[in-house]
């Protein structure tokens, strides 16, 4: 019992730690593009957009150097932390960190530090992209170059905004993949 | 007389044509009109008989009303004239709804949405793809496939009745391959290996081998490449390929970020084979690297 009290309270801690965490990543990461990917793990939108940040940015600019971050909480109905480790998968590059939110601190903070067009309290299915050189002081990270919510809507603003600072993609064709051998 | 109903003859010939081309340009236009969006069937046993009519492959959109990046495939993929004109002549389009037809789903293993998935006239999945993808990548698919897959479907059906037959499964990695489809190839020829033919025949399972380590080029993937190209040199180490198998050997090195190796490779193609022209192809890699 004790145990599981204090395997509870290390999450606790963990969980409220996740804004602080995301910030010194963020700051160890300067001299990199960063891009701050706020999800829900089952919202179709939210996932679609996910994926599409994988195939399009990441699998197409396989040597850009681009930090993203991933940050997992419980918007829709049905969310819950079971869903993280699926999740993860839809972005699987190397360049990719991934966070549960169980409280949305990070939500909460860009809804209310950072552009946003939703109503109430919470930032979600939207993408932060910032330069090189941003460092995130008490404020809001500076050199913010692009933003866009929904992910999907505003997506090639941000495909754009790559292509301006990168170049055309190294990957210039979409990867289908072939069926598992037991279908083939 | 003869003479006047020829003339007359030719006359309603030249109205008979003048009328036919009329026609011809009517009918052309709307059928242009009618091509301003695909035609989906909904049905895939229906749409399967009119790909094997046909001769074209298929692909299976998995939709919902929930979904709402199908909903941008709607407004934003499926709308755009160039897929729509390529996919008009290549391919039959079949829609399953995601909650309507669960033996569909789990027959192709949809795991989300939306999921297309691309097969022969038969439904066999050759290749598929989850998640949204942009109008110029759908159409750069449609048209990597030929116009007529008569022969991969002859091979399907060899291969639905006896799944291991080595020449059936060979050939349709060669024609997967020709199309690009590299890691859907490579699934074929994987299988073709294990067959007893390949097992007897050292010249085929090079080929084999030395294939799949191209389609892992392909498919930026340095590290099974790179495995398969070892396993050529020291299995097959008279092969009139050596030339080339080294020289891919650095290509996959080099793609797996393994530089060194890579160096070691381009630099023995150019020592042993320096008047080849894969070893002009190596001095220009190692400037590369």
Not at chain 2, 43 to 65: C, G, R, T, V, Y
């Amino acid at each position: 019992m004790a145990l599981m009290v204090m395997a509870t309270a290390g999450a606790l801690r963990a969980q409220e730690s996740v804004l602080s965490e995301l910030k010194a990543q963020f700051n160890k990461d300067k001299g990199a593009l960063r891009l701050v990917v706020l999800v829900s793990p089952t919202c179709p939108e939210c996932v679609g957009g996910a994926g599409w940040i994988q195939d399009y940015v990441l699998k197409r600019y396989p040597n850009l150097p681009i930090k993203v971050y991933a940050i997992w909480y419980e918007m829709y109905p049905g969310d819950s932390p079971d869903d993280f480790p699926a999740a993860q998968k839809l972005m699987p590059d190397r360049r990719v960190t991934h966070w549960w939110d169980q409280k949305k601190t990070v939500g909460r903070w860009f809804h209310n530090v950072v552009p946003t067009n939703v109503k109430g309290e919470i930032q979600w299915d939207a993408y932060y992209l910032y330069g090189e050189n941003a460092t995130w002081t008490e404020q809001q990270p500076a050199s913010l170059l692009t933003w866009g919510r929904t992910i999907l809507k505003d997506r090639k603003k941000l495909t754009d905004k790559v292509a301006e600072l990168a170049g055309p993609p190294t990957v210039p064709v979409i990867e289908l993949r072939a069926p598992s051998s037991g279908q083939q | 007389m003869v003479s006047l109903r020829s003339a007359r003859s030719r006359k309603w010939d030249r109205r008979g044509i003048v009328l036919a081309v009329l026609l011809a340009v009517f009918a052309g236009s709307l059928g242009r009109a009618e091509e301003t969006e695909i035609r989906w069937f909904k049905d895939l046993a229906e749409a399967s008989a009119a790909a094997q009519k046909a001769n074209q492959p298929m692909m299976i959109d998995f939709w919902a009303n929930w979904c709402g990046p199908c909903k941008v495939m709607d407004a934003e993929v499926y709308n755009v004239p160039e897929l729509v004109s390529s996919f008009g002549e290549k391919m039959v389009g079949v829609r399953i709804h995601f909650d309507l037809q669960p033996e569909m789903v789990r027959k192709y293993n949809v795991p989300a949405l939306p999921y297309l998935v691309f097969t022969d006239s038969l439904g066999t999945e050759l290749m598929h793809h989850r998640g949204l993808i942009e109008a110029e990548d759908l159409t750069a698919v449609v048209k990597a496939f030929p116009a007529d897959i008569s022969e991969i479907n002859r091979l399907d059906r060899i291969l639905q009745e006896d799944k291991n037959h080595f020449a059936s499964l060979r050939k349709m990695g060669q024609k997967l391959r020709a199309i690009g489809f590299y890691e859907s190839s490579n699934g074929y020829y994987g299988r073709a290996l294990k067959q007893n033919e390949a097992k007897k025949d050292s010249n085929v399972r090079e080929g084999l081998l030395y294939e799949m380590a191209l389609n892992s080029i392909e498919l930026m993937d340095g590290k099974t490449a790179a495995t398969h190209l070892e396993k050529c040199l020291k299995d097959f180490p008279k092969s009139e390929r050596r030339t080339d198998m080294l020289l891919n050997l650095g290509r996959a090195y080099a793609l797996d970020e393994k530089k060194d190796k890579a160096k070691k490779s381009f630099t023995s193609v150019i020592s042993d084979f320096p008047q080849s022209p894969a070893a002009a192809q190596a001095r220009e890699l190692l400037k590369t690297l």
